[in-house]
Each structure stands twice: as C-alpha cells, then as structure tokens.
C-alpha cells in the first residue's frame, strides 16, 4: 500500500535553521529533497504556487517527473507559508506548512484533521 503522506513529500516542504533574510523569501526556485531521492521546482500556476517534480531518482516507487501540487499558501510570519497543497495524482489535500530560508527549506503536510504528518527538508539548487 502506498503511503500518501511519503509521496507527497517530495512536494511537501519546513526550515529548521533560522533565517538569513527577512520575510520576502520566496518558495519559488528549484529544491533538492534531504533524501536525494527527488528535486522539484516551484513556481506560480494561476494564483496557486505549483511544485513540480523534475527529477526522481532511478528506482523510486510512486512518483515521477511531472508529478506536481498544487499549493494555496499564503506568508503567515517571516519565513513562513501556510495553507493547503493538492495532490491531483492521488487526490488527496494536506494541510501544509513551510519554513523558507534563503537556501534551505521544510515542508510539513499533514492529514486526518493532523493526526498524521510528515516534515520533508530541502536544499535550494540553481
């Protein structure tokens, strides 16, 4: 059974260090997954932000380039986004915070009203 939560971390995103910038940090660019097992870029669809994946590691179960979320989030504080994020490959919607910083992120999705949760890390690529 494919666990919904592990695949869409590689689009889910919450920062553990603190911020080197103020709150103008943006989510868009392109993230490498802490595993190293996915990247995705992230960039505006409509009102929504979108990541996208662009590459997936050779051999990986349940995910490809292509694959994208949708994320409604909007800055709540400095360095930090909330809201909901869809994932229209296995239509499911978590409630997803993120944690922006100037070269490193985390993602946090949650499901089930926040019984179940997992935080992703990220490192931003060029």
Same mark, same amino acid.
């Given at each position: 059974m494919t666990n919904p939560l592990l695949a869409a971390s590689v689009l889910s995103l919450v920062l553990a260090a603190p911020l080197a910038r103020a709150a103008d940090i943006s989510p868009e660019g392109?993230? /490498?997954?802490?595993?190293? $097992? !996915? %990247?995705? %870029? =992230?960039? &505006?669809?409509?009102? *929504?932000?979108?990541?996208i994946n662009t590459w997936i590691k050779p051999g990986v179960k349940d995910e490809k380039i292509g694959d994208k979320l949708i994320m409604t989030v909007k800055p !709540?504080?400095?360095? $930090?986004? /909330?809201? $909901? !994020?869809? *994932? &229209?490959? %296995?239509?499911? +919607?978590? %409630?997803? /915070?993120m944690d922006v910083g100037a070269d490193r992120m985390t993602?946090?999705?949650?499901?089930?009203?926040?019984?179940?949760?997992k935080g992703?890390?990220? +490192?931003? =690529? /060029?």
């Open positions: 392109n993230w /490498s997954r802490g595993d190293g $097992k !996915a %990247r995705v %870029r =992230i960039e &505006p669809c409509g009102n *929504d932000l979108c990541a !709540a504080t400095q360095g $930090k986004w /909330s809201g $909901k !994020a869809f *994932d &229209p490959q %296995r239509n499911l +919607t978590y %409630r997803l /915070s993602t946090r999705g949650c499901v089930l009203g926040g019984l179940v949760c992703v890390n990220w +490192t931003r =690529i /060029s």
